[in-house]
């Protein structure tokens, strides 16, 4: 019977480590297909958690077996396991709900690392995915740690991937301008803005009478998500709108 036992747990233990290698190779190999792929459907921080959780799996599969082989009576162990998982879920609602967020992102992928997003209150650049949280560089350079369970529920913008960059602008005119010179004024705005590259539309309208002025509606989209370059080019196309209407002295 001893060496019946021994050679039972010398099998059991060889199959046990050809499975954790086959998983290894199984893991390996979808990885290289997932990250050759353009639109990976699982992260590669996801894979490290996977490929222990096979094989934490594997290992207590290969213990339960075993241990029957043997003429132990494994009842009595799997209720015990049952109530142990059961009180260790209860105990563990907030890091389990964080996780299975963390896979939700990781397979829907709303957002990559790097990108720019806003959540509520939170506006900023995706610098870590984790598996227990997110975690955000705002604007003015805090680095925001958001649970992972909140991003997964959460209504989320993904400004980086927005195909371009409107500009709705109202330009106000003095009461006092002719309506020859308010038509002029809107040309000049067509002349500044659409002979720009960078310019994909323009609606250029005369729109409202406000309270104190003639109210010149302007909604200008830019082919481009580059924020900063956006910023200085159209600085220089304001700029150049604010001296044409002082020479042609509109207010």
Known sequence: NLISNGLKIAVAASITYVALKVVDVGMSLWRKRMESAE?????SQLFPVLSKSAKVFVV?????????????N??????????????????????????FGAVA????????????IQLDAIDGTVETIGLR???????????????NR???????????RRPNIKTVMNIGVTYDTPAEKVERAMQIIEDIYRPHPKT????????????SSLNILVVHWWDSTDFKE???????????LKRRFDAEGIS
Do not use: C, W
């Not at 992928?109 to 720019?116: H, S």
């Not at 949280?133 to 649970?147: A, K, M």
């Not at 994909?200 to 309270?211: A, C």
């Not at 200085?232 to 196309?237: S, T």
């Open 39 to 43: 639109d990976a459907i699982l992260d």
């Open 60 to 72: 207590v599969v290969a213990v339960l077996v075993t241990t029957q082989n043997l003429g132990m």
């Open 74 to 99: 494994v009842t009595g162990l799997l209720a015990s396991l049952s109530i142990g998982g059961l009180a260790v879920g209860l105990a563990a609602q907030d890091t389990l709900s964080n996780l």
């Open 105 to 116: 992102l990781f397979a829907d992928k709303p957002f990559r690392v790097g990108e720019r």
């Open 133 to 147: 949280s997110t975690r955000i560089r705002n604007l003015d350079g805090h680095l925001v740690t958001v649970p």
């Open 150 to 160: 909140t991003m997964a529920n959460a209504n989320l913008i993904n400004v980086s």
């Open 200 to 211: 994909s539309d323009l609606i250029i309208s005369f729109n409202k009478f406000e309270s």
């Open 230 to 240: 956006y910023l200085l080019q159209f600085q220089k196309l304001n700029l150049d």
